[in-house]
Every structure is written in C-alpha cells, then in structure tokens.
C-alpha cells in the first residue's frame, strides 16, 4: 500500500522557519513530479512548489525567494524549507507524488495527509 507521510507542520512567529519533509512508501515503479500544495480556510487548494523527476522546481509567486523544495530520489522525500514565514502562509500543507506502477503507465496522483502550518503575527 502506497504512502505518503508528511511532518514537519508547526506554530511560528512571522519571520520564522519551518522543514517539511514528505516521504513515500510502498511498492510503485518510479515517481514522476513531487510537490507542495496548501489550502487556507475558505480557500481553494494551490500549488506552492513543485519538483519534476529530471529536478527542475517551480513555484508560487507568493513563495517565490522564500521557500526552497528539494527531493531526495533514493530515499523518495521531497522537503519544503520555508523562510521568512508570513500569516497569509498558514493554511494546510498537502504533499503530492505522481506514481507510476508500470513503465508504460500514466502516473496516478497520491496525497498525504496534511501538516498544519500556522504563522502568527
């Protein structure tokens, strides 16, 4: 059974840090892009960061110069280091992993759970 377990949420001040890691489990063939998503209260979920399996990143405007992806292919994580925090960052954070079973097939898209991130003023 596929697993995505994500930590690293928290309560920080404005201006602080926080490391999200991502960790995907079980048996699948290879993972195509790993990335960030968030969703506030009352929000549609948006992308924040995204890593593709050849290690190219995009980002959100609004996290652009402050927050950092990274993958580590073997150990199959993906972390988010987020700098200089701002309330409008709190929201839940969701990790997502294309996962490919099969060489020949699509990659079918997996979640983890969510990690609280709150940033207070």
């Known amino acids: 059974q596929v697993q995505l377990v994500e930590s690293g949420g928290g309560l920080v001040q404005a201006g602080g840090s926080l490391r999200l890691s991502c960790a995907a489990s079980?048996?699948?063939?290879?993972?195509?892009?790993m990335g960030w998503y968030r969703q506030a209260p009352g929000k549609q979920r948006e992308l924040v960061a995204i890593?593709?399996?050849?290690?190219?990143?995009n980002y959100a405007d609004s996290v652009r110069g402050r927050f950092t992806t990274s993958r580590d292919k073997p150990k199959n994580t993906v972390y988010l280091q987020m700098n200089d925090l701002k309330p409008e960052d709190t929201a839940v954070y969701y990790c997502?992993?294309?996962?490919?079973?099969?060489?020949?097939?699509?990659?079918?898209?997996?979640w983890g759970q969510g990690t609280q991130v709150t940033v207070s003023s």
């Open positions: 890593t593709t399996a050849g290690g190219s990143t």
């Open positions: 079980g048996r699948f063939f290879s993972i195509n892009n």
């Open positions: 997502n992993a294309q996962l490919k079973f099969h060489w020949t097939d699509n990659p079918d898209d997996y």
